[in-house]
């Protein structure tokens, strides 16, 4: 099944430590994106990839890391400098940055206590 | 400001009855406009998407419309069942795919 996957669904850490959410896609979309989803709130960019090897800054990329050495991954680094970093993160990804729809993963419900 | 609103009250109707949900914009010329649905803990599920040039698009039971001028996309579900109860986003788009979404509404069709 074609799709996009990210791991894992739910994610305890300790403050100050980095966590890395993954994300995968079989679709060969080249576009891949991350959004946060906080109560109330609408989702918010945080990092997009257009093509491998290049990653752009999203609305709110402070706090943030990304890479995108393979074209089917994008993983998503939380830093110990991210000050809110609880929240429901979900990884997407289209067929290219012109393309309107847009695939998104199940989500990672990250909780740093 | 740049602003996308929808109603974040819950909408309850009754199973039969076309729910129609709101998305309100300003300050944005989006080239297009999509509307996703989200179940609880769950990412969100694209539905349709409308172009600026477009006044209406259909799939099945689902009607969106667009109206640039007063900058307002409303989103049909007729003949309802309890299965379309969930959350619906609309989003916009911005350019190169950066869409802004809204903050979404909830439908609960009740039997």
């Known amino acids: 099944d074609g799709g996009i996957t990210q791991s894992p669904k739910y994610l305890f850490r300790k403050e100050g430590q980095n966590v890395t959410l993954s994300c995968e896609q079989n679709?060969?979309?080249?576009?891949m994106y991350w959004y946060r989803q906080d109560p109330g709130q609408g989702l918010r960019l945080i990092y997009y990839?257009?093509?491998?090897?290049?990653?752009q800054k999203g609305d709110i990329a402070e706090g943030y890391s990304v890479s995108r050495e393979k074209k089917e991954s994008f993983p998503l680094t939380v830093t110990s400098a991210q000050k809110n970093p609880t929240a429901f993160y979900l990884c997407a990804s289209s067929i290219d940055l012109g393309t309107a729809e847009a695939f998104f993963g199940q989500g990672t419900r990250l909780t740093v206590v | 400001s740049q602003k996308i609103e929808q109603n974040s009250e819950a909408l309850n109707i009754q199973e039969g009855k076309t729910a129609t949900l709101t998305c309100n914009y300003t300050n944005y010329s989006p080239a297009y406009l999509q509307w996703y649905r989200q179940d609880p803990g769950r990412g969100p599920v694209f539905l349709l998407l409308?172009?600026?040039?477009?006044k209406e698009k259909r799939k099945e039971r689902l009607k969106v419309t667009f109206d640039t001028t007063l900058k307002q996309s409303l989103f049909h579900i007729t003949a309802s069942q309890p299965a379309d109860s969930a959350t619906y986003l609309c989003a916009l788009d911005r350019g190169f795919q950066k869409l802004v979404f809204g903050t979404g509404t909830r439908l609960l069709v009740s039997p």
């Open positions: 990839s257009q093509i491998v090897n290049d990653f």
């Open positions: 679709l060969n979309h080249d576009a």
């Open positions: 409308i172009r600026e040039n477009e």
